[in-house]
């Protein structure tokens, strides 16, 4: 794995930190890396969606990190009805007790919550400008619209969103499976149905050193 994601770091990134650099990156470093990670997995894992949003992974060594949905993956269909969108959010710690992950409900709960500004609706809004402006035409318009059709008014009835929420983790000593598995449960309390909550964690050794090796493109 690690070695998957060298090599895609180096057709990705325009240069590698310095010792220096990975060693000030702090928690924006690594949770950028994280949603690298998370978003190669899925790319591999999901080859069938077809539209992909994910502004830090793909810029993983930027010292800031915007404020979105980590990644929004769309899959587009022959049949719009078979139309769906995966709302991936992202975690990265290398805490043992994964604590962090639970700020994965939080994220979620965003998604229909009060402050209209981080609605689901209003941060699909610059994937719809991309469709009208940057595919232009007919199939942008098309593309545009079928997106904001998935979007009910709340979990309940919005059954072509699915939620992938996603920890990056430290694999010695923790138990991500419980703790996804409350994860899940929690959100499917919320209204969210379980056929919509696919629950992730990826666990890699030594998981602070080896972002900074990834930082500096080191094996």
Known sequence: GHDAMLIWLTDTVERFLTEDEAKGGGN????????????????????????AHAVNALRPLNSVSVQDID????????????????????????????????ELIADYDKLYGTNLDLTLRSRFKPLKKDFLYKIGGDQG??????????????PDNSPKIKLRPTVVHELAGTNPQAKMTSIRNTLIGKGWTGAAVEAWSIGLTNLDDRLHRLARGMN
Request: with cysteine.
């Open 141 to 154: 318009k098309d593309f545009s619209d079928r997106l904001f059709a998935m979007v009910g008014s709340g």
């Open 71 to 102: 990644i929004v993956w769309i899959c587009f269909s022959p049949d719009p009805a078979d139309d769906y969108a995966i709302v991936q959010e992202v975690k990265t710690t290398s805490g043992v007790t994964l604590s962090y992950a639970n």
């Open 28 to 51: 924006i470093l690594r949770g950028n890396i994280g949603e690298s990670i998370a978003f190669c997995v899925s790319h591999f894992h999901d080859c069938q969606s077809n539209r």
